[in-house]
Structure formats: C-alpha cells, structure tokens
C-alpha cells in the first residue's frame, strides 16, 4: 500500500463488490448507505440535525429518516457502523445555505461511498471527478453506478493523456492521475474526512492542485477533524493565499449523534486572485 500509515493499517477492513443486484459491502468497514424499505425491521438513524439554517435540498424532499437520490430512498441503520447520509445531508445544507450557485464542475477528493458527490449531481446535474485511493474508490463506483445507471462512467484504468473528461458524468481517478486534471478547470472542489489520513506532504501536494484547477471565485470545501494522524490547523493553509474564509465553524453533528468522536471541523473558501489572505485567515 503506498498511501501512508493510516492506510497500510486500514486496507485489510475492506473489501467492496457490485453485482445485478447492486453495491455490496464484504469488509469490517462499511461507507455505503443502506437502501430504504417501507417495511424496515431496523432501527434507523434520524436525518435531521441541529443546524440552525432552515435551508433544505430543493430538489427533492428528505424525510427524517431516508434520502431520495435519483428517485432511489437511501437510510442509516443504528449500529450500521457509519453516518454518511447525516454528515452528506449536513455538508449539503450548511454549504449551499452560504452561497447561492450552482456548481457546474465538482472534485471531490476522498469521496468514501460518494454520498456526497451523489447529492450534487443529483441536485445540480454537474459533471463530477472523484480523486480516491483504490480501496475507497471502488466504493463510490459502486455506489455511483448502481445509483445513476444511466448516466456515462470514466474508470482510472480507462484515462488516457487525450481524454475529454467534459464527455462523462462520472470521472474516477486515482491519486498519482492528478497530473491529467493539469489543465482542468473546475468552479467547487470538496474534501471531507480524508486530509486527516494523510501525511502532511499530501496535504500539501493537494492546496498547490486545489490552487491550480480551482477557478477565480470558485469554492474550496473541507471538513476534517482536529486530528487523527494529523492537525486541521498545521495543514498547509498557506498555500491558498488567494483564498477568503466564508465560515470556519464547529460540525454539529456529533452533538447531534451524542457521539464521543473527535471534533469534526467545518471550513469554506473562495478563490479571490485579486487579494492575498495570511493563512486563510485562519
């Protein structure tokens, strides 16, 4: 495994697969959603949270206890192991209830199951890329594509130098592939729980590409936790100079979930070339 620590010890809890039937988690970890039946003889994680916008997904309607995305219901078991929906749900709300624009193009980098990615393109019907290691990155194409059926995939094995990104709904690529997004331009980039696994020159190597693809007045979103192998405020910051802080703000979903976990960290940045910020403001 050559994405650090974290991973090395974390590889051996996944394992993913995808049949006629749909995404299928085989690991210990498990990032995917469980499909919604009417008839559910599991206990359910509420959807809703404590934020105090009253901004709700447009689009479609989100009960207090599914999803609906592309017409598909999606739910959290209690015990499950995760709570994707709730934090994508949450991400989804506190973002767009502090800017009013549509994303045409997101990157999403370190996407889990691509909950997340899965909202936007539903919501906005923008073209998406997906940066991912390969174990998790087998996961969001699972999702994606038993999700949106219908919808054209690009998988890393199949990028070549002269691909037209622009011709897919779905881009997946893998870490050492960021080169080919060189002359990429894209107007929302998204990271959430994934800087927190990795060593600090990754962290690095992403703020000089988030800096590069990322369009004047252009979104940067990121949502870590204090630490876990590293600190929320010893990354690399500095290296967005051109970036103005709309929110840096404690995640609420914790208190919600009455879980123990580290803080959760919510942060969104603007791409302004025509001023410099020290650390983002931080």
Not at 118 to 125: I, R, S, T
Request: charged share 25%; proline share 3%; with cysteine.
């Amino acid at each position: 495994n050559i994405y650090g620590n974290y991973w090395t010890r974390e590889a051996r809890f996944f394992e993913i697969d995808l049949d006629q039937h749909g995404y299928i988690n085989k690991g210990k970890r498990n990032y995917f959603p469980s499909k919604y039946q009417e008839n559910h003889n599991h206990t359910l994680v509420k959807l809703d949270y404590s934020v105090k916008n009253k901004f709700r997904r447009q689009k479609v309607l989100t009960s207090d206890f599914f999803c609906t995305i592309n017409n598909k219901k999606f739910c959290n078991i209690v015990d499950e192991g995760n709570y994707s929906l709730l934090l994508s749900n949450y991400w989804f709300d506190l973002i767009f209830s502090k800017i009013n624009k549509k994303p045409q193009k997101v990157i999403e980098i370190g996407a889990g199951s691509g909950i997340f990615t899965a909202m936007l393109k539903d919501e906005f019907n923008c073209k998406n890329i997906i940066i991912d290691i390969p174990l998790t990155l087998n996961c969001s194409i699972a999702f994606l594509m038993d999700t949106f059926p219908k919808k054209s995939f690009l998988l890393p094995n199949e990028v070549r130098d002269n691909t037209n990104l622009e011709m897919y709904d779905f881009v997946f690529l893998m870490p050492e592939q960021i080169n080919l997004l060189n002359n990429y331009k894209t107007d929302f980039i998204v990271n959430t729980e994934s800087f927190m696994e990795m060593d600090y020159d990754e962290v690095k190597n992403y703020m000089k590409f988030i800096n590069t693809v990322l369009i004047d007045g252009g979104y940067f979103f990121c949502s870590n936790r204090l630490r876990k192998v590293n600190k929320f405020f010893d990354y690399p910051w500095s290296g967005l100079k051109h970036f103005k802080k709309i929110f840096l703000i404690k995640n609420e979903i914790n208190e919600t979930i009455g879980s123990r976990a580290p803080t959760l960290l919510d942060y969104l940045l603007v791409k302004d070339t025509k001023k410099e910020y020290k650390n983002n403001d931080l």
